[in-house]
């Protein structure tokens, strides 16, 4: 198993992206990573890990490029390279945590789109209450979509939860203002008719104020709604966290009690931190493209590479096909 990694890519690029990697080569002596970059940044911070190749390039797509014009232009860019290799079957799957639209567009561009599927969608897999975690999808991989696109997001999400996440049969539900039958626009009365009919166990509409409690194991929206409630739950997170410092720091009382609720609350921000799952598949492509966090630390990459293997392992690109063929 070969997976291609954009090095370059991310806020903490290539010291963070590096030390992913080798945590993940080293507990999986039979993967071998191939790091794209810049091989003088990168090599310092390798421990001679034979199941580590580094493929030299000084050429990166930036935060602030324009995604397709990019990924056009800057043919020798490491996110670029990457895609390449997974397309010229130097790798089985890849993962970046660069320019997210770019990454779209050598997805789509390069590794190129499976027979069947309109749009492909991006997917996290978000935490909730209990633990487990929910797919959701499109978030944020086209901002329109149509009922037949919602559709196959469903399959898509289907077969990763069971495939990958191990859930045997999963749930699929709508997302949409109430769970009665009937309610949402046009888009989600005939997505709804859709699944329906499509022989997936779907589970009828659901609200977003209840994904969190594990309402249902796979998701779908289109990428307009799905980004939105996706950074809502970031921000929600990131406020609620901001305020519980605020208030343990505000005094010696308060501070007394928060030594003794420390690990408690690490374990709290733990199961909200969706980089725990790995990154976000772009799904519908013809190998696994994943997007890790722009922000991810080591401990995000190392997953997001494990998820990537995942993938590729149990050939999900593959299943998918055969779905929509049957």
Partial sequence: MIIAVDAMGGDHAPGEIVKGAVQAAAENPSLTIKLYGDEKQIQPLLNQEKNIEVIHTDEIILSTDEPVRAVRRKKT???VLMAQAVKDKEADACVSAGNTGALMAA???VVGRIKGIDRPALSPTLPTIDGQGFVMLDLGANA????????QYAVMGSIYAEQVRGIKNPTV???????EEGKGNDLTKQ???LLQESGLNFVGNVESRDLLNGVSDVVVTDGFTGNMVLKTIEGTAQALF????????SSVKTKLAAGLVKSDLKQLK????YTEYGGAGLFGLNAPVIKAHGSSNATAVYNAIKQAHTMAENDVSGKISASLNQ
């Avoid at 329109?144 to 919602?150: C, L, S």
């Avoid at 539900?173 to 769970?179: A, K, P, R, S």
């Avoid at 733990?270 to 931190?273: E, F």
């Fill in 77 to 79: 860019a490491s996110m």
């Fill in 107 to 109: 997805g789509l561009f």
């Fill in 144 to 151: 329109d979509a149509k009922p037949e696109h919602v559709l």
């Fill in 173 to 179: 539900g709508l997302l949409n203002i109430g769970t």
């Fill in 191 to 193: 997505a709804y008719e």
């Fill in 242 to 249: 901001g305020m519980l410092k605020e208030t343990f720091t």
């Fill in 270 to 273: 733990g199961k909200l931190d």
